[in-house]
């Protein structure tokens, strides 16, 4: 299926992981330097609506028994800096960034896939996540792994049957029934790889009017 993976400056890493997990309505714990990044330059933009308008809360910490912070009490500006952490989720709904459902894999980068409830943007440039993959169809997605896609009420962790290898790899170039096929390179991994694998172009011949041929 179609997925949208991570803009060139937020890039999808490439990684094997395992899935383990799938999460009904769940939170999204916004990472660090999104909340300092977005989230506080946008209430100093836009005032504390900003929090109540797109479902946020502002907690103690991660645990289950996290106190809610006043948003009034925090220094926005301190946050903005880098000076001050804060922790920063946003409510299980339709409008969560998480969509409807997410699935889990341990690694290194807290890359998973999603639900997401954007869904004009798989049509288009779909380059342009902060890191995660976002799924076109997460219920299609979800029978696949052996999860139901659907439950009421608030999050809910549901072990996959048996663990799924997820392999994220990235390729330029393909094989197809009319030849090799040349895709974008929006990440320039290429303009790092080749003179690493062939080593700097060399002048191999002089063409008319003395122009060069590179090889």
């Known amino acids: 299926m179609r997925v949208v993976v991570g803009a060139p400056e937020t890039q999808t890493p490439m990684l094997a992981g395992m899935l383990q997990w799938a999460v009904l309505n769940p939170y999204w714990n916004v990472p660090p330097e999104l909340v300092r990044s977005l989230t506080a330059k946008r209430i100093q933009q836009d005032g504390l609506s900003y929090l109540k308008n797109f479902h946020y809360e502002v907690l103690s910490d991660w645990s289950p028994t996290a106190q809610k912070i006043d948003p009034k009490s925090v220094n926005w500006r301190r946050v903005a800096a880098g000076k001050s952490n804060i922790l920063v989720r946003q409510l299980p709904g339709p409008w969560n960034s998480m969509g409807e459902m997410k699935f889990e894999m341990k690694n290194d980068y807290g890359i998973y896939l999603h639900d997401t409830p954007l869904k004009e943007k798989f049509h288009g440039d779909r380059w342009i996540s902060n890191g995660c993959v976002r799924l076109e169809d997460y219920r ?76």
């Open 140 to 215: 299609r997605f979800a029978r696949w792994v052996g999860v139901p896609a659907d439950a009421p009420g608030l999050e809910q962790y549901i072990p996959l049957p048996r663990p799924v290898p997820i392999y994220m790899t990235y390729l330029t170039v393909k094989s197809t029934g009319n030849g090799v096929m040349f895709l974008p390179d929006p990440y320039g991994f290429d303009a790092l790889a080749m003179p690493q694998m062939f080593g700097p172009p060399t002048n191999i011949a002089s063409g008319p009017g003395g122009a060069t041929i590179a090889g």
